[in-house]
């Protein structure tokens, strides 16, 4: 009779061991099953994909028309900018490529662009008192608009920040991009050079 309760007990345990290894190779074949339409890399196909279906205006459009509170009180209505090209801009205190590009706004374009131009950067889904402390923690004076509930980025996109659109003085998107480094900053520095 003990012997019979070993017995069982290490076949229970070889049961589980087996259950518990047939579960495995189960979870690893569904991470590893090749997936229809896979041949492109993952990361990049799926970047490309996220932000081709997330943009919802491209260059060619109409600039959907908005009005937006800024930090200062002001409400301003992109339709009644224009007249000179205007360079708008999505992003948030938390994204380290919107805090870079926000850093080079001052330098890059108000300084070299002056009033020819209107910037128009755009908090996306954060509260007044956090994008108030950040843009006073960097010191930075140009206007700077609220989007906390993201009505007016919906218009043109539904995720990912930063969102630059370059737009002419008729209120056609001259360029729509997404992401911040080098080469979009001379993107978008040519596009507002077309715009004027």
Same mark, same amino acid.
């Given at each position: 009779?003990?012997?019979?309760?070993?017995?069982?007990?290490?076949?229970?345990?070889?049961?589980?061991?087996?259950?518990?290894?047939?579960?495995?190779?189960?979870?690893?074949?569904?991470?590893?099953? +090749?997936?229809?339409?896979?041949?492109?890399?993952?990361?990049?196909?799926?970047?490309?994909?996220?932000?081709?279906?997330?943009?919802?205006?491209?260059?060619?459009?109409?600039?959907?028309?908005?009005?937006?509170?800024?930090?200062?009180? =002001?409400?301003?209505?992109? /339709?009644?900018?224009? *007249?000179?090209?205007?360079?708008?801009?999505?992003?948030?205190?938390?994204? +380290?490529?919107? =805090?870079?590009?926000? /850093?080079?706004?001052?330098?890059?374009?108000?300084?070299?662009?002056?009033?020819?131009?209107?910037?128009?950067?755009?908090?996306? *889904?954060?509260?007044?008192?956090?994008?108030?402390?950040?843009?006073?923690?960097? *010191?930075?004076?140009?206007?700077?608009?609220?989007?906390?509930?993201?009505?007016?980025? =919906?218009?043109?996109?539904?995720?990912?920040?930063? =969102?630059?659109?370059?737009? !002419?003085?008729?209120?056609?998107?001259?360029?729509?991009?997404?992401?911040? !480094?080098?080469?979009?900053?001379?993107?978008?520095?040519?596009?507002?050079?077309?715009?004027?």
């Amino acid at each position: 009779m003990e012997r019979n309760k070993k017995y069982k007990k290490r076949g229970s345990t070889a049961m589980l061991v087996g259950a518990l290894i047939v579960l495995i190779g189960l979870v690893v074949a569904i991470i590893l099953w +090749p997936v229809e339409g896979s041949a492109k890399s993952p990361a990049t196909a799926t970047t490309q994909d996220d932000l081709v279906t997330t943009t919802l205006i491209h260059a060619g459009d109409k600039a959907p028309d908005f009005s937006v509170e800024m930090l200062d009180g =002001r409400t301003v209505t992109l /339709s009644q900018l224009q *007249g000179k090209p205007v360079l708008l801009i999505f992003w948030a205190t938390w994204c +380290p490529p919107c =805090r870079e590009e926000l /850093s080079h706004l001052q330098e890059g374009v108000i300084d070299v662009y002056g009033d020819t131009i209107t910037v128009l950067p755009i908090s996306r *889904g954060e509260k007044r008192d956090v994008v108030e402390g950040y843009i006073s923690r960097m *010191g930075y004076t140009f206007a700077v608009g609220l989007d906390s509930d993201q009505s007016i980025y =919906r218009k043109y996109a539904t995720n990912y920040v930063p =969102r630059c659109f370059v737009i !002419d003085s008729e209120g056609k998107v001259l360029y729509a991009g997404v992401g911040y !480094d080098e080469e979009i900053a001379k993107e978008v520095d040519a596009a507002i050079k077309e715009a004027l």
